[in-house]
C-alpha cells in the first residue's frame, strides 16, 4: 500500500540547484530510513544519500556529493527531500526515491521506489 511520489527533476546549467522531493504514503507502517540513489545510462544505481527514519535523522552521503547535496526530512509530512547545489554535468542520472518501512501486523521489513526523476545538468 506504500507509494511515493518524486518531484522536482529538470534541466539546470553546471553550478545551479535543484530540489528534489518525495512524499511517501506508508499508511500505518512505520519508516526505518529514507534515501535517495541515482542512475546514469549504463551505469549501476548508486547510492547518494541516505536519512534515518528515527529521531532527529542521521544522514550519510556518497563521497561525490557530500557537501553540495543536503538531504532532509520532514516526518510530518512523510517526505523527503534532497537539496542539490553546486550541480555538475557528472550529477546527471535519474533520481530515485528509496524508503524502508516496518509493518508491525505482518511483522515484516519493506523496500520501496519512488518512480524516478530525471536531472539533467548542462555544461
Known amino acids: 500500500q506504500v507509494q511515493l511520489q518524486e518531484s522536482g527533476g529538470g534541466l539546470v546549467q553546471a553550478g545551479g540547484s535543484l530540489r528534489l522531493s518525495c512524499a511517501a504514503s506508508?499508511?500505518?507502517?512505520?519508516?526505518?530510513?529514507m534515501a535517495w540513489y541515482r542512475q546514469a545510462p549504463g551505469n549501476q544505481r548508486e547510492l547518494v544519500a541516505h536519512?534515518?527514519?528515527?529521531?532527529?535523522?542521521?544522514?550519510d552521503y556518497a563521497d561525490s556529493v557530500r557537501g553540495r547535496f543536503t538531504i532532509s526530512r520532514d516526518s510530518a509530512k512523510k517526505t523527503v527531500y534532497l537539496q542539490m547545489n553546486s550541480l555538475k554535468p557528472e550529477d546527471t542520472a535519474v533520481y530515485y526515491c528509496?524508503?524502508?518501512?516496518?509493518?508491525?501486523?505482518?511483522?515484516?521489513?519493506?523496500?520501496?521506489w519512488g518512480q524516478g526523476t530525471q536531472v539533467t545538468v548542462s555544461s
Open positions: 528509496n524508503v524502508d518501512t516496518y509493518n508491525s501486523y505482518r511483522d515484516l521489513r519493506y523496500t520501496y
Open positions: 506508508v499508511g500505518a507502517d512505520r519508516i526505518i530510513a
Open positions: 536519512i534515518a527514519g528515527a529521531g532527529s535523522g542521521s544522514t
